[in-house]
């Protein structure tokens, strides 16, 4: 079966007003199946959102240059025409984003925010949309959605505003929902119950996910594969069970070694020092030299192979397979 | 909503108050004797002392003060002490001109100030960009006395389109009276344009790069709707406000305009009055033109208040 997403060498490099390059994202390749839930982690200024905005099309077009190959359903969708683009947007590619608390529009209802789209994309009158907006914040378990409906987002929490988000995104059922951090700015209960919501979503459609988080806790329970991105790229991509057992990369095996601070965002790495590099040039060698115990003279010549570990699990490094060098 | 009318409603009446001691106070404090004023060339001390107490000016102060607000509460605003015409039926004579004028001054802001505004905000940093700004640089450091002037040059004398000066009233003859005021309308419009332009332009700037505008084009909603829909919505509630304001300035500040197009309107009553120093009509049209101004900043407040859904309740 092909993969209903393939990304391949996804490069997006950013220019400044003052002439400043910014390699936001280097060579990202990775493939999704229907039905799979890939994690995608990584430090804060890793490229995840980058990566996410170029999939859907939404990075400034004067400022961002995205090229490389991103298939869906077998079209390249960085090919594709503005329009073309619009029409699958909200559609067949829907986004939640990391923000519950500004991502609606202060000035239009719930409801209206909801009925927009499926007028857009379904064709359906205003009354029809309606009817199916409530059933919809119904499906997200939001109380009395009768009333809600008619309500504006100030009136509402954190965690109803991102059930009220991923009620959007799920208006026109989806194939690729991208969740970026879908409840890093929620309190921990709210965060189980949207995260409920989306291994729900993942029992009852047939749509990819990509779930983008710190906490490698959520990525673990919901989950199939995981892709660990450090300076712009994937340094590891693995099944989730193989990465937390068997990490191949040294940057994994420094990021798990901070999981017992789960609540927290992984900013700062108990166990990695240092910072991520200068991103205006490409580094020459590895990324992680700077800050692998493992760095050796032959890391930082030239970018590493990619290594495969087995099925679906592979390692940008040059030391792997990584055997006992646990540090 | 009604609870809120009224709240501002109450919160008038202090407002009023306070402006209302001022101009009648500051009345005190120019220079000259009224009743002298009014007796005119009569010399006669009973008819002075006849005047003062027919004025209350003999009174003490506070006393005047009340029969000068029971008077305006019952509509009368005085005389003029010049031409012995009730002030009110002045004001309302005037009052219609500068409100023609003023309108349509401000639509003309509007219309411009607008679209150029959110044109150069979803075209920045191009040729488009560019222009607005070098337009709105020229509209707000252009006088009006100097633009006024141009315009009644190119349309008047050169080509001959425009009345160079007088007013027609609508009633009489709609078309005159739009040719009449049309170059005083733009040259007040204009300047007015140039502020919304940069208050539009910075607001959807601001909003275009938001969250929800972001949220709306994930949606893949047509990007006039994203536009015209999610940013403008947000964006043009504060530049609406700053356009009422704007109104209330122009119905009292087209004192140049008024008098270079020898436009009858408020601009030149005041004028007139202060130069020939009659009090009662300085009194009253400061008066109006300040209530007039509280009031528009008033609606102002309840039109926010109405399209941001967050001040609601
Ligand atoms: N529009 C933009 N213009 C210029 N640089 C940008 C832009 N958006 C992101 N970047 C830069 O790209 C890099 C990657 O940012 P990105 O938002 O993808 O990080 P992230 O992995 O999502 O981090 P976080 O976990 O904090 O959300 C950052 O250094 C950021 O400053
Ligand atoms: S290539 Fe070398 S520096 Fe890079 S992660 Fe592997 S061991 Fe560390
Ligand atoms: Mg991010």
Redesign the interface.
């Known amino acids: 079966m092909t993969a209903l997403v393939d990304v391949a060498n996804l490069r997006v490099v950013f220019h400044g007003d003052r002439g400043q390059t910014m390699h936001a994202v280097e060579t990202v390749n990775f493939e999704l199946a229907r039905g799979v839930t890939l994690g995608l982690v990584g430090e804060s200024g890793c490229g995840k959102s980058v990566t996410a905005l170029a999939i859907?099309g939404?990075l400034p077009k004067?400022s961002a240059d995205v090229s490389g190959y991103v298939g869906f359903e077998g079209t390249n969708l960085l090919g594709l025409t503005?329009a073309a683009m619009?029409?699958?947007?909200?559609?067949r590619l829907?986004?939640i984003?990391q923000?519950p608390m500004?991502?609606?529009?202060?000035?239009?209802t719930i409801g209206e925010?909801i009925i927009?789209?499926l007028v857009?994309?379904r064709g359906m009158n205003r009354a029809q949309a309606r009817a199916r907006a409530i059933e919809l914040l119904r499906d997200v378990r939001i109380p009395s959605p009768e009333q809600r409906v008619d309500e504006?987002p100030?009136k509402l929490s954190g965690g109803m505003r991102q059930r009220a988000?991923v009620a959007?995104a799920l208006a026109c059922d989806p194939q690729l929902l991208i969740a970026d951090e879908p409840t890093t700015a929620l309190d921990v209960t709210i965060q189980a119950q949207v995260l409920d919501l989306i291994r729900s979503l993942k029992r009852k459609t047939n749509a990819a996910i990509i779930l983008i988080s710190h906490d490698l806790g959520v990525i673990a329970e919901i989950c199939d594969e995981v892709a660990v991105m450090y300076a712009g790229e994937i340094v590891e991509h693995a099944p989730v069970d193989a990465l937390f057992e068997v990490p191949q990369h040294p940057y994994t095996i420094g990021l798990l070694a901070s999981i017992p601070r789960l609540d927290r965002r992984v900013e700062t790495l108990a166990t990695i020092e240092g910072s991520l590099p200068d991103m205006s040039e490409v580094p020459q060698g590895c990324r992680f030299a700077p800050r692998c115990p493992f760095a050796s003279e032959i890391c930082v010549g030239s970018p590493p192979p990619i290594a495969n570990i087995g099925a679906r699990h592979w390692s940008r490094c040059v030391k792997a397979p990584l055997e006992e060098v646990r540090p | 909503m009604l609870s809120l009318l009224g709240k501002r409603l109450l919160q008038l009446i202090p407002t009023l108050f306070f402006v209302s001691v001022i101009i009648f106070s500051l009345q005190q404090l120019l220079p000259g004797d009224p009743a002298l004023i009014m007796a005119g060339e009569e010399r006669d001390p009973a008819v002075i002392e006849q005047i003062r107490q027919q004025y209350h000016l003999d009174r003490p102060f506070p006393v005047q003060y009340v029969y000068w607000v029971q008077g305006v509460l019952s509509g009368n605003l005085g005389e003029s002490m010049r031409i012995h015409v009730p002030v009110l039926d002045l004001i309302l004579q005037k009052l219609p001109v500068t409100i023609q004028l003023g309108s349509m001054a401000i639509v003309i802001a509007l219309v411009i100030g607008i679209s150029a505004g959110i044109i150069s905000a979803i075209k920045k940093n191009t040729f488009w960009d560019y222009a607005a700004n070098a337009f709105a640089l020229w509209g707000i450091s252009t006088p009006n006395f100097w633009l006024g002037i141009m315009l009644i040059f190119l349309f008047s004398v050169k080509l001959g389109w425009l009345p160079a000066s007088g007013y027609v009233p609508l009633t009489e003859d709609w078309r005159a009276s739009l040719a009449s005021t049309i170059m005083p309308a733009f040259v007040l419009g204009n300047a007015i344009a140039a502020i919304l332009m940069r208050h539009t332009r910075s607001a959807m700037l601001q909003v275009l790069e938001s969250d929800y505008v972001r949220t709306a084009r994930a949606k893949g909603l047509y990007e006039r709707t994203v536009i015209f829909k999610h940013a403008m919505r947000n964006a043009l509630t504060p530049v609406i406000t700053l356009g009422a304001i704007e109104f209330g300035t122009l119905l009292s500040g087209a004192v140049l305009t008024e008098q270079i197009f020898t436009i009858p309107g408020f601009g030149k009553l005041i004028i007139d009055a202060v130069f020939n120093r009659d009090y009662a009509v300085v009194q009253g049209v400061v008066l109006v033109t300040a209530t007039v101004y509280i009031v528009l900043n008033l609606l102002a407040d309840i039109a926010y208040v109405l399209v941001n859904p967050r001040l609601r309740n």
């Open positions: 859907m939404l004067a503005n619009r029409d699958l947007r909200g559609d829907a986004m984003f923000e500004t991502s609606l529009n202060p000035a239009f925010q927009e789209t857009r994309h504006y100030h988000m959007i």
